[in-house]
C-alpha cells in the first residue's frame, strides 16, 4: 500500500502557472481532506492535488489528546469503511499493520481513543506525503482568469512557510476549504493572557503552566459540552488539591442523546432528506436533536464526575463546583490571580465573582471564512438567509454557489451544517461526503492525467496518452466553441430527443449503462427534474437511489464528407449532444409513478392521453422503478463546424438537416426483415439499403 516513490510538491511544476492549474488544492489535512484524497485515489480520478496543512504534520486535535479519552464514534466510521469496508486505508488495516487487530477486538470496545485515532491518521497519510505541504498556511485565496481570459476560472492560492516565511503562489481550478473550526472570538472582557486559553490548545498550554499537582489552585471551564466534562475530569484527576469551577449555560452538565433512532439522523441517505428541505424546517430538525452533538457530554464521562465528585463528599471537601444559568463576562488580571465574573442568565440577580489561577474556554468554534483569506471570494458567493454561520448556500456537493463570472469551484467541508445536518461537522459522514466532492470535481474539470489523485504526471494535468516520441498534452476538451451555453437550446434539445442513456457505476465496478426516455421538467428544481423508470430486473435500479448519475441526450448527428465545404479539410462527424450530471431518487409513491408515466405519454402523443385507472399500469407497475434525476449541470457539445467560416457552417448545418430529414428506414428496414414501403406512404428509401443482397 505505500508509496515507495513520492515526490515533494515543490518538484512538480503542476499548479505554478494559470496554464497548468491543479486540479484540486485542498487547504487543511485533517481527517476531510485526508478522506478525500484516499477517496480520489481509490477511485482512480485523474485529479492533480495540492494539499496545504499548517502542522507540521497531521496532528487532530493535538490540545484534547488526553489520555484514556475515547472517540464519539465507532472504529467503522473510520475514513473509508462506510463507503468501501474493503479499502487498504480502513481503521481495521491500520490495526493490522500496527500488529494489534487481535488485541483492539479483545477490547471489546467499538471506540478507539483520540490517541490512537490521532495515529491511524497518521498512518493514512504517510502514504501522501507526495502531495501535501506541511508547514505551510494559505494567506489569500484569489479569482483570477484562466489563460484565455474570459471568467474567474481558477483560483490563485498563496503560502507561506510558517517556519521560513518563503512565500509560494499556485493555481487552482478548484480549492477545497476543509481548515476546520476557529475558537470564537474573545469577548472584550476576558483578558488576553496566558492563563486564559482555548481547549483546543489545553494540552499543549494550560498543564505546562501548572506543574505542582500538589497545587491547591483553583480553575474555571466554561461550558457545557463533551470537551468541558474532559478538561473538568482531566484537573480533577490531576491536581488533587485543586478546585474546579464549572460555567455551565443550563441547569447542569447535561447527557448526549446517544439512542440508535436519533442517531439516524447520522446515516447519509439523512443529510440529502434534510438538504431537501425548507430552511423552517431545517431549523427546527435542528433544534430538537441538538442534544445529540451540543452542549452534552457522554453519560459515561458524567458518572465518574459524579463519582468522584461524591468520593470527595466522603473525604470531606468539595472540588467540583458547578455554576448553573451563568455565563462568562469578565475575565482580568488581579495579581498573581485572575479575577473572573459571572453573569446570571436567567434574571437581573447579582453578578458572581470569582478569583483564580486559570480558565480554559471550552466553548466550541466558528465556522466561518476566514475575510483575511477569503476576502476576495466573498463577494462572488451568494449569501444564504438563515444558513448558519458560515453565510454561503451550498449545492448539493458542497460546492459555493457563486455568481456566473466565477466558474472555478470553491468546496467547503464542515461548513454546511445548516443545511446538511448536524453530522456535518462531525466524523460520521466523512467517507460519502468526500465521494460526493471528488466526483463532482472530476465531472467539472477538462480531461487529465491517467491515474487517481495523488498519483501525478511530471509533464501535468494535461497528459492524456502517449507516443513514441514521448507525452501528449491536451488540449481543453471539449473545445471550447463547440460548448452550447444557452439554456433554452439545451432544454429544447432533451426535450425533443428524450430517449437518453442513464450512466453510473459502483465504486470500482464496471459502469452501467440504460437507453430510456426521460422526461424533463423544467418548473422543479433549481435547473429541471427529469423522470424516468427501470424494470426491476436490471441491475441499474439497485443504483438510482442517492446516486449521482449522468444522463446523455443525443441529439441530430451525420458524416461531414470533404464534399460538403467549400475549402478542402479532412472529413468529419458532426453532432449535438447534452451531458446531464445530478443526483437521481428512487419515486416510491404510486402515485407519483402514475403521474410520470403519464407525463412520458403525453409528450410521446399528446392527442392520445393515458388515463391514471387504465388497467394496463396495474398490470406493469409492480414490474418497474421509477426515479427523479434533479439536475445540477448541463453540458452541452454542439459540434457544427464552429472553427470555419460563415460559408462552411452553413453548408455543414444544411447536410446534418438533410441527414437528419432522410432518416434510418433503409436500416430498420434490414434489422426487422420488413419492407415499411407502404401504400400510404409510398415515399422512397433513401440512400443505398444496408442489407446484403440474397
Not at 493514512?124 to 489569500?140: E, L
Not at 486559570?358 to 476576495?376: C, E, I, N, Q
Not at 501535468?460 to 460548448?483: D, E, I, N, Q
Not at 434533479?630 to 452553413?650: A, H, I, N, P, Y
Request: proline residues 7%; glycine residues 10%.
Amino acid at each position: 500500500m505505500r508509496n515507495a516513490h513520492a515526490t515533494h510538491p515543490d518538484d512538480d511544476p503542476v499548479g505554478t502557472t494559470t496554464e497548468r492549474p491543479y486540479d484540486l488544492l485542498g487547504i487543511g489535512f485533517g481527517p476531510s481532506n485526508l478522506a478525500l484524497a484516499v477517496c480520489a485515489r481509490e477511485q482512480k480520478l485523474p485529479l492533480s492535488c495540492l494539499f496545504v496543512e499548517r502542522q507540521d504534520t497531521v496532528a487532530w486535535h493535538p490540545g484534547m489528546l488526553i489520555d484514556g479519552a475515547r472517540m464519539q464514534i465507532s472504529f467503522l466510521k473510520d475514513l473509508v469503511s462506510l463507503r468501501d469496508p474493503s479499502s487498504p486505508y480502513s481503521f481495521l488495516r491500520y490495526t493490522k499493520a500496527k500488529g494489534r487487530l487481535e488485541r483492539f477486538v479483545n477490547l471489546n470496545e467499538s471506540r478507539p481513543t483520540r490517541i490512537e485515532y490521532d495515529d491511524y491518521l497518521k498512518w493514512v497519510a504517510q502514504d501522501f506525503a507526495d502531495q501535501v505541504r506541511f508547514g505551510s498556511q494559505v494567506d489569500r485565496v484569489t479569482p483570477v482568469q484562466g489563460p484565455d481570459g474570459g471568467d474567474l476560472s481558477l483560483f490563485r492560492v498563496e503560502t507561506e512557510d510558517v517556519a521560513t516565511g518563503r512565500r509560494s503562489v499556485h493555481y487552482a481550478r478548484n480549492v477545497v476549504h476543509a481548515g476546520g473550526g476557529r475558537p470564537p472570538t474573545r469577548t472584550a472582557g476576558v483578558a488576553e493572557v496566558p492563563s486564559v486559553v482555548h481547549s483546543s490548545e489545553f494540552l499543549t498550554r494550560f498543564p505546562g503552566q501548572f506543574k505542582d499537582h500538589d497545587g491547591a489552585y483553583r480553575f474555571v471551564v466554561v461550558g457545557g459540552g463533551q470537551s468541558a466534562g474532559e478538561i473538568s475530569e482531566y484537573l480533577l484527576d490531576h491536581y488533587d488539591r485543586a478546585e474546579v469551577h464549572v460555567v455551565v449555560p443550563g441547569y447542569t452538565l447535561l447527557p448526549t442523546d446517544n439512542s440508535p433512532f436519533v442517531n439516524e439522523q447520522f446515516y447519509s441517505g439523512n443529510a440529502d432528506a434534510f438538504y431537501r428541505m425548507r430552511p423552517e424546517q431545517r431549523a427546527a430538525v435542528s433544534g430538537r436533536l441538538r442534544a445529540a452533538n451540543y452542549g452534552v457530554v457522554r453519560e459515561d464521562l458524567l458518572e465518574r464526575l459524579f463519582n468522584t465528585d461524591y468520593l470527595d463528599q466522603v473525604k470531606g471537601r468539595k472540588r467540583l463546583h458547578i455554576h448553573s444559568f451563568s455565563r462568562l463576562s469578565e475575565v482580568r488580571e488581579d495579581g498573581e490571580a485572575l479575577a473572573v465574573t459571572l453573569q446570571p442568565r436567567l434574571d437581573e440577580g447579582p453578578e458572581e465573582s470569582l478569583r483564580c489561577d486559570g480558565v480554559v474556554l471550552a466553548t466550541g468554534y466558528d465556522r466561518s471564512l476566514d475575510p483575511a483569506v477569503f476576502g476576495d471570494v466573498l463577494p462572488h458567493l451568494t449569501p444564504g438567509e438563515g444558513e448558519g454561520a458560515a453565510g454561503v448556500v451550498l449545492s448539493r456537493h458542497y460546492r459555493a454557489r457563486t455568481s456566473p463570472e466565477l466558474r472555478a469551484g470553491l468546496y467547503l467541508q464542515g461548513f454546511g451544517e445548516a443545511q446538511f445536518g448536524l453530522g456535518d461537522t462531525l466524523l460520521s459522514l466523512l467517507p460519502f461526503r468526500s465521494q460526493e466532492i471528488v466526483e463532482d470535481i472530476a465531472d467539472r474539470v477538462p480531461a487529465a492525467g491517467v491515474g487517481g489523485c495523488p498519483v501525478m504526471s511530471p509533464y501535468g494535468s494535461g497528459v492524456v496518452s502517449t507516443s513514441p516520441h514521448g507525452p501528449v498534452p491536451s488540449a481543453v476538451y471539449p473545445p471550447k466553441w463547440y460548448l452550447e451555453h444557452d439554456r433554452e437550446k439545451l432544454y429544447g434539445l432533451m426535450e425533443r430527443f428524450r430517449f437518453a442513456t442513464l450512466i453510473s457505476a459502483r465504486s470500482g465496478d464496471e459502469p452501467f449503462a440504460t437507453h430510456l426516455p426521460l422526461i424533463l421538467d423544467r418548473s422543479r428544481g433549481a435547473n429541471g427534474v427529469l423522470f424516468g423508470h427501470l424494470d426491476r430486473g436490471n441491475e441499474h435500479a439497485e443504483l438510482i437511489d442517492g446516486r449521482h448519475m449522468l444522463a446523455v441526450f443525443h441529439g441530430p448527428n451525420a458524416y461531414m464528407p470533404p464534399g460538403v465545404f467549400e475549402s478542402d479539410p479532412l472529413p468529419t462527424w458532426n453532432s449535438m449532444s447534452v451531458h446531464v450530471r445530478g443526483r437521481v431518487r428512487a419515486v416510491r409513491d404510486q402515485d407519483a409513478l402514475v403521474r410520470g408515466l403519464i407525463g412520458i405519454a403525453e409528450r410521446s402523443q399528446p392527442d392520445n392521453r393515458l388515463a391514471a385507472d387504465d388497467p394496463r399500469i396495474d398490470r406493469i407497475i409492480g414490474s418497474i422503478v421509477g426515479f427523479e434525476f434533479e439536475v445540477e449541470e448541463l453540458v452541452g457539445r454542439f459540434k457544427l463546424s464552429q472553427d470555419r467560416d460563415e460559408t462552411d457552417r452553413r453548408h455543414a448545418a444544411v447536410a446534418l438537416a438533410r441527414a437528419t430529414e432522410r432518416g434510418e428506414r433503409d436500416f430498420i428496414e434490414y434489422v426487422v426483415g420488413l419492407s415499411l414501403i407502404t401504400e400510404d406512404d409510398p415515399r422512397d428509401l433513401a440512400g443505398r439499403p444496408l442489407s446484403p443482397s440474397p
